[in-house]
């Protein structure tokens, strides 16, 4: 069977028997795609990028249901992920409603296996907005402060910096917690997140260790199921520690590590578009988890 061939540009394309062949085999055994992914290494001794192969089961669905849209003449289009389905811009605008970052979204809609349709990024959300012309650019020096303050009191919150369109720190009235959003969210009048998912509700924060990256890091995260929810959609880790808490708690101690450990991160591209950013050198470990645990305890 043919593997892969390189087309003309050096890009690899997969055939799609083999393809075929893995999520088949993925399906019979009943593996998550990082047990597939080792399995290929083990057996054909190649390692397809995680990000590649997560795609296929996607790929394996469109192709069972009409294999003669991938007709050969297609090939070099075979790779290139399906165009966004309303279902997912739903899920943006509603991640988008209640205060989340790109990232965050991108973070949410990857744990989730029911919209799985591809590897989901903050660039590839806001691509995706912009194709759909749903995110136009505010130009920075035409934001009007009283207008924003005017704005977010109707939301309930008020200014506390406003440095640049993407970087508005506000804070809820309500309940006093403060975040950083962009003007686009203002203006659409987004709530305040602690509010909207109970700060009491059920998170866990996990700390992993990242030992094999080019520039070794620990992570702090936040989940509602860091077994069964996140942990298969990172590479490689080890897990350090995961503590059961509430929201509220995980958020604070989140923005603790960032403050005080700020000047250790390390934002690995391992983990662009996967929590890049709560990333700190992997030295820091044993700190992190020690203030993490007394904070819990104390
Ligand atoms: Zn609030």
Same mark, same amino acid.
């Given at each position: 069977?043919?593997?892969?061939? !390189?087309?003309?540009?050096?890009?690899?394309? =997969?055939?799609?028997?083999?393809?075929?062949?893995? *999520?088949?085999?993925?399906?019979?055994?009943?593996?998550? /795609?990082?047990?597939?992914?080792?399995? !290929?290494? %083990? +057996? =054909?001794?190649?390692? &397809?990028?995680?990000?590649?192969?997560?795609?296929? #089961?996607? /790929?394996?669905?469109?192709?069972? *249901?009409?294999?003669?849209?991938?007709?050969?003449? @297609?090939? $070099?289009? !075979? #790779?290139?992920?399906?165009? /966004?389905?309303?279902?997912?811009?739903?899920? *943006?605008?509603?991640?988008?409603?209640?205060?989340?970052?790109?990232?965050?979204?991108?973070?949410?809609?990857?744990?989730?296996?029911?919209?799985? $349709?591809?590897?989901?990024?903050?660039?590839?959300?806001? $691509?995706?907005?912009?194709?759909?012309?749903?995110?136009?650019?505010?130009?920075?020096?035409? &934001?009007?402060?009283?207008?924003?303050?005017?704005?977010?009191?109707?939301?309930?919150? #008020?200014?506390?910096?406003?440095? #640049?369109?993407?970087?508005?720190?506000?804070?809820?009235?309500?309940?006093?917690? +403060? /975040?950083?959003?962009?003007?686009?969210?203002?203006?659409?009048? *987004?709530?305040?997140?602690?509010?909207? &998912?109970?700060?009491?509700?059920?998170?866990?924060? =996990?700390?992993?260790?990242?030992?094999?990256?080019?520039?070794?890091?620990?992570?702090?995260?936040? $989940?509602?199921?860091?077994? @069964?929810?996140?942990?298969?959609?990172?590479?490689?880790?080890?897990?350090?520690?995961?503590?059961?808490?509430?929201?509220?708690?995980?958020?604070?101690?989140?923005?603790?590590?960032?403050?005080?450990?700020?000047?250790?991160?390390?934002?690995?591209?391992?983990?662009?578009?996967?929590?890049?950013? +709560?990333?700190?050198?992997?030295?820091?470990?044993?700190?992190? @988890?020690?203030?993490?645990?007394? %904070?819990?305890?104390?």
């Amino acid at each position: 069977m043919e593997i892969k061939t !390189v087309d003309t540009k050096g890009n690899i394309r =997969y055939s799609r028997k083999f393809k075929q062949m893995v *999520v088949e085999k993925r399906n019979k055994e009943d593996w998550n /795609w990082r047990q597939a992914h080792n399995w !290929v290494i %083990q +057996e =054909y001794g190649i390692d &397809i990028k995680y990000k590649t192969i997560k795609t296929w #089961s996607v /790929w394996y669905k469109d192709y069972s *249901v009409c294999p003669a849209s991938f007709s050969s003449a @297609n090939t $070099s289009k !075979v #790779s290139r992920p399906p165009p /966004w389905r309303q279902r997912e811009f739903e899920e *943006v605008q509603s991640g988008i409603e209640i205060g989340l970052s790109y990232r965050e979204i991108a973070e949410c809609m990857n744990e989730d296996s029911e919209i799985n $349709s591809r590897y989901y990024t903050a660039t590839g959300i806001a $691509s995706a907005l912009a194709r759909k012309g749903l995110n136009k650019p505010y130009n920075s020096t035409a &934001i009007d402060i009283q207008e924003c303050k005017d704005l977010l009191k109707d939301a309930g919150q #008020s200014l506390v910096e406003l440095k #640049s369109t993407h970087h508005i720190k506000v804070k809820c009235n309500q309940c006093e917690y +403060e /975040w950083v959003k962009g003007f686009m969210n203002i203006k659409n009048r *987004v709530g305040c997140i602690m509010c909207v &998912i109970p700060p009491n509700s059920y998170h866990e924060v =996990y700390i992993i260790e990242f030992y094999t990256f080019g520039n070794p890091s620990v992570k702090v995260g936040i $989940s509602v199921d860091y077994y @069964n929810k996140r942990r298969e959609n990172f590479p490689e880790h080890k897990v350090i520690a995961v503590y059961k808490t509430t929201y509220k708690k995980a958020k604070e101690l989140e923005n603790l590590i960032k403050e005080q450990y700020g000047i250790y991160r390390t934002t690995p591209p391992e983990l662009q578009g996967n929590g890049m950013t +709560e990333c700190y050198d992997i030295s820091m470990t044993n700190e992190i @988890n020690k203030i993490i645990k007394e %904070q819990l305890n104390g």
